[in-house]
């Protein structure tokens, strides 16, 4: 009886486990089949035929063009007097910024003057009594020696007494007012910088694999940071040295800048066009997939089945490339959601979000 009970027991057991494992295994069969149903939403676009520049885009800092930034400087210790402009001030050439006090130039200018003035009419004085037959010609000559000597060192006085009024020797703006009225300077101290920011110029590193590649007069564009406007541009001078420690060269873009839209000193991204493609096969730059080491792009046709194309990738300008390969123009390619595409996956193409 305790045996019969016994197996009773036992078979109940493997009745329910196996009741349990075959609603597990049903479930798993629906899930897996579900999964394997499931289409990847994905954003298509059309390969498309079109023309394309080859752009190598570089970043660097705008500067003034030579000879269109001044940095005005004290030409003696002095006081500063009066400071006749603000920063922003547009200003033209030979206008006055600043006036210096220096007395005792002023004095030394004033005395330098006189003298020249009494060492003139002397020379005068000596050549009349020369012609009177009254002086010798030695002592014209000793006077007319002093009088030059003495309006050599009175003008110089004078000119320096003139550079206690600062003017500004470009047309341009106020960038910087670095005195005020009431102070100290000494000889050579900065006082104000001038800016003619209607050209301006980036210099950028160019890589060195890229450096033969460019050369004066190739056109570019030039974005300012915090711009959106692509001024136009061009390559004006490339470096014929490489750096040792950041492996590339330098290369300058001169850039119009009307309205002075852009700023010295501002960082700016330019893009050098190298070439142009013509009849090239198109494609955003987001459809770009790297299975292994191979650049791959996923087309779709209307089975809305996933194919995988192995692309080699000629050109890139912003946020399109073009490519060769495999593909057709026409034919959709998965701009959007193919990170996680294998060939032959099933998809569900959705529009693009705006």
Do not use: F
């Not at 479930?27 to 394309?52: E, M």
């Amino acid at each position: 009886m305790r045996t019969h009970l016994r197996a009773t027991v036992a078979l109940l057991a493997m009745a329910a486990v196996t009741s349990c494992s075959g609603r597990s295994g049903g479930d798993d069969d629906a899930a897996g089949g579900a999964a394997a149903n499931a289409a990847v939403a994905v954003t298509l676009s059309p390969v498309r035929c079109d023309t394309l520049s080859d752009l190598l885009e570089l970043v660097g800092r705008l500067d003034p063009a030579p000879g269109a930034s001044a940095t005005l400087a004290a030409p003696t210790a002095a006081v500063v007097g009066r400071v006749l402009v603000q920063v922003g001030a547009e200003v033209h050439r030979g206008q006055p910024l600043m006036e210096l006090e220096v007395p005792e130039l002023s004095a030394q200018a004033h005395s330098d003057s006189a003298a020249a003035a009494v060492a003139t009419r002397e020379a005068d004085r000596q050549r009349t009594l020369l012609a009177q037959g009254i002086s010798s010609a030695k002592q014209a000559d000793e006077a007319a020696n002093a009088a030059t000597a003495a309006r050599a060192a009175a003008d110089a006085s004078a000119r320096l007494l003139a550079r206690t009024t600062v003017r500004s020797p470009i047309e341009g703006s106020v960038n910087d007012v670095r005195v005020q009225p009431g102070e100290r300077v000494d000889a050579g101290a900065p006082l104000a910088t001038v800016m003619d920011a209607d050209t301006l110029d980036l210099v950028v590193p160019v890589p060195a694999a890229q450096l033969a590649r460019v050369h004066p007069g190739q056109v570019a564009w030039v974005v300012a940071e915090g711009d959106v406007t692509r001024h136009r541009a061009i390559v004006i001078g490339v470096a014929p040295g490489v750096d040792s420690i950041t492996n590339a060269g330098r290369s300058v873009i001169r850039m119009p800048n009307p309205g002075e839209r852009a700023h010295p000193g501002a960082g700016a991204t330019a893009g050098i066009v190298l070439g142009v493609v013509h009849d090239a096969l198109v494609i955003p730059t987001t459809a770009l997939v790297l299975v292994g080491d191979q650049q791959t792009v996923y087309i779709v046709g209307k089975d809305s089945i996933a194919h995988a194309r192995a692309v080699t990738v000629e050109v890139r300008a912003g946020d399109r490339v073009a490519v060769t390969g495999p593909v057709r123009a026409g034919e959709l390619v998965v701009m959007r959601g193919g990170a996680g595409l294998a060939d032959g996956m099933k998809v569900a193409p959705v529009p693009e979000q705006p």
